[in-house]
């Protein structure tokens, strides 16, 4: 399968533990745009690398969140402390940095926070 | 803050055409709409992107009004497999902003 990968598929964690997701993007691909989804609601942007270098990060990637691309391939996103309200689906994608080419989304890793 | 408009839920025969809207009336010049839909909670399925000209794929079609300020997603013969959450999407060149999309039931 050469789609975007997330590991891991689902996670339930106590509050206040740290939790750490890998995304592995397509290839050739340099963008790599990390989301997050509520139940009802559409994804909301988080942060955004292009090769190995964050460009963007949402007022809601709080300093409890961090990102990270090195060498430009795989990306973690780490949370730390959780809270209940972490509680959502965290999706990937990447694409190409081609203004107009699609971004192909993982199929996200649900996050519980008990 | 909330780029695209859409209705919450619509129903379509199948076999019949679907049509998506959408409204975006503060889209910027080099602003691209772009259309996903997802599926059972899966990721969100690229399904097709317009700057100013209508676009058809294998999967749908795109028709954006002059002005730029809505479009119009269509399904040419709808089946089963087509319900989903269908999202319109403004893509700033940095960011994909989703709206709250709209839920599509193909009825039988």
């Known amino acids: 399968d050469t789609g975007v990968s997330q590991n891991p598929r689902h996670k339930i964690t106590k509050r206040g533990q740290n939790v750490t997701f890998r995304c592995d993007p397509i290839?050739?691909?340099?963008?790599l745009y990390w989301y997050r989804q509520t139940l009802g609601q559409g994804p909301e942007f988080l942060t955004y690398?292009?090769?190995?270098?964050?460009?963007?990060k949402s007022r809601l990637l709080s300093d409890r969140f961090s990102a990270e691309r090195p060498k430009g391939s795989f990306s973690t996103l780490e949370i730390q402390r959780t809270e209940q309200g972490d509680s959502a689906m965290y999706l990937c994608?990447?694409?190409?940095?081609?203004?107009?080419?699609?971004?192909?989304f993982g199929q996200g890793t649900r996050l519980t926070v008990v | 803050d909330a780029k695209t408009t859409q209705p919450p839920s619509m129903d379509c025969a199948e076999g019949r055409a679907a049509n998506l809207p959408c409204n975006h009336s503060?889209?910027?010049?080099?602003?691209?709409v772009y259309w996903y839909r997802q599926i059972h909670s899966q990721g969100p399925q690229y399904i097709i992107h317009?700057?100013?000209n209508n676009e058809t794929n294998e999967m749908a079609s795109l028709i954006i009004t002059e002005d730029r300020k809505s479009s119009t997603l269509i399904l040419p013969h709808a089946t089963l497999r087509d319900t989903a959450v269908y999202y319109c999407?403004?893509?700033?060149?940095?960011?994909?902003?989703f709206g709250t999309g709209t839920s599509l039931t193909v009825i039988p």
């Open positions: 290839s050739e691909h340099n963008r």
């Open positions: 994608a990447s694409s190409l940095v081609t203004t107009g080419h699609e971004a192909f």
């Open positions: 317009g700057l100013k």
């Open positions: 999407i403004v893509f700033t060149g940095n960011q994909f902003y």
């Open positions: 503060t889209i910027s010049g080099n602003e691209y």
């Open positions: 690398f292009q090769n190995e270098a964050q460009l963007e």
